[in-house]
């Protein structure tokens, strides 16, 4: 019998970057708010902060 398992033993260090790119784009954003009305600051730090989450949640989807 062969086994079917994926190998998940590959390097482990996309996810904790992706965490350290969500919280930058939240801090970013949280900061581009309170320093003004920043609309290029908002745009970038949003990118960044939705492209990492999706990142992540298809990481989860994909290892369940």
């Not at 079917?4 to 965490?19: A, N």
């Not at 790119?21 to 745009?43: C, F, R, S, V």
Request: aromatic fraction near 4%; hydrophobic fraction near 50%.
């Amino acid at each position: 019998m062969t086994n079917t398992t994926p190998d998940r033993s590959g390097p482990q260090i996309l996810r904790p970057l992706l965490w350290v790119l969500l919280t930058i784009g939240m801090i970013g954003n949280a900061a581009a708010t309170a320093l003004g009305d920043n609309l290029p600051a908002h745009l970038a730090f949003g990118l960044v902060t939705l492209v990492s989450g999706g990142a992540l949640i298809a990481q989860y989807v994909r290892r369940r």
